[in-house]
């Protein structure tokens, strides 16, 4: 189930919006501040986020550099075309303009969550490692690495977020997606297998242990 978070201080347009969305299958999170939403953010850890700029504490405008990875969709009162072209250089994926169609903004949704979807068969690459996702192989050096499915798992969420530390909760979430066998309890030992095969391939030490939150994905230029 894709999750959407509402990002508006108008109960009834963020009721409005849940109903819709819930109605077509998708869970749905709220928040009604800039900070409540930057907390929802880490919580829920939504697919696509619908954020109004008019919001107390942290503007819309300042909530958005700070949503990484994830499709932004403005929906604003805000109707004129400076205000559009700025939100969308500056990141967002879409913008519509309050009041909105809901057939519209079903169909917009879709289509950012359909291209969000798409990048994610790119093709990643770290040094001389590089992970193929439509093959779901690894490669050092041009010669694969065997994985295991979790290890794989592992491997394609840190990379795909470089640099950013991901909670253990958060890892663990996303890697029960693609296999179960991933557990708090042995989730150690799978990170301690995977990192001994990357250094064995020479790949280095790339994943790194950040003591009491989670991991991180060491860039491949970085000490």
């Known amino acids: 189930m894709q ?4 990002i508006d201080d108008d109960i009834h347009i963020g009721n409005i919006l849940e109903e819709l969305f819930t109605r077509e299958g998708y869970a749905v999170s709220r ?10 953010l880490d919580a829920f850890h939504p697919d696509l986020v619908l954020l109004d ?8 405008e300042k909530v958005l550099p700070k949503v990484q990875g994830i499709p932004v969709i403005v929906l604003s009162a805000k109707a004129d075309v400076d205000s559009k072209v700025s939100l969308l250089l500056s990141g967002a994926a879409d913008y519509i303009t ?5 057939r519209e ?8 969550l359909r291209k ?4 994610t068969n790119a093709v990643l690459t770290s040094g001389d490692l590089r992970l193929d996702p439509l093959a779901r192989q690894v490669f050092v050096s041009g010669k694969e690495l065997r994985l ?17 530390v991901i909670t253990k909760s958060l890892l663990l979430e996303r890697v029960s997606e693609d296999t179960p066998d991933c557990t708090e309890a042995s989730l150690k030992t799978h990170m301690s297998n995977l990192r001994r095969k990357l250094r064995d391939a020479g790949a280095g030490d790339p994943i790194e242990a950040v003591w009491g939150i989670g991991f991180k994905w060491r860039e491949a230029n970085s000490n």
Do not use: C, W
């Not at 700029?53 to 819309?60: A, E, I, N, V």
């Open 3 to 6: 999750r959407i978070l509402v």
């Open 31 to 40: 928040a009604y501040s800039g900070t409540e939403a930057l907390l929802a």
């Open 53 to 60: 700029l008019m919001l107390p504490g942290l503007p819309g």
């Open 98 to 102: 309050k009041p909105f169609d809901s």
């Open 105 to 112: 903004l079903l169909a917009r949704v879709a289509a950012a």
């Open 116 to 119: 969000a979807g798409t990048t």
């Open 148 to 164: 295991t499915r979790t290890e794989y798992a592992i491997v394609h969420i840190l990379l795909q977020n470089p640099s950013q």
